[in-house]
């Protein structure tokens, strides 16, 4: 049983960064895709970013494409989010999660694994 747990958020003003970090926990880390969501209050969870097993192949929403980068460390069975020049609409409730394969999906079917969420509040 794989255990996703999320760290980072915070409040930022307009402009600013923040490096989100996932620990997971259970076997065979590095033979899963990872991929990190979002969800909005009143909105419903979308896609963010995702990472091969690799590490190689990334893919992006258009909305963080340039902006954000996911990477990871399968020494350290962990995935990261640096997010740059954020913006309002950034807010959001951020989880982590592992894929159902070794190559990155888009979207929630693709995972099978998610963390509880950090909060991410980037202010005006």
């Known amino acids: 049983q794989v255990q996703l747990v999320e760290s980072g958020g915070g409040l930022v003003q307009a402009g600013g960064s923040l490096r989100l970090s996932c620990a997971a926990s259970?076997?065979?880390?590095?033979?899963?895709?990872m991929g990190w969501f979002r969800q909005a209050p009143g909105k419903e969870r979308e896609f963010v970013a995702a990472?091969?097993?690799?590490?190689?192949?990334?893919d992006y929403a258009d909305s963080v494409k340039g902006r954000f980068t996911i990477s990871r460390d399968n020494a350290k069975n962990m995935v990261y989010l640096q997010m740059n020049s954020l913006k309002p609409e950034d807010t959001a409730v951020y989880y982590c999660?592992?894929?159902?394969?070794?190559?990155?999906?888009?979207?929630?079917?693709?995972?099978?694994?998610w963390g509880q969420g950090t909060q991410v509040t980037v202010s005006s």
């Open positions: 259970g076997r065979f880390f590095s033979r899963y895709a």
């Open positions: 990472i091969d097993w690799t590490g190689r192949v990334t």
């Open positions: 999660a592992r894929g159902k394969s070794s190559m990155a999906g888009k979207v929630s079917q693709d995972f099978g694994s």
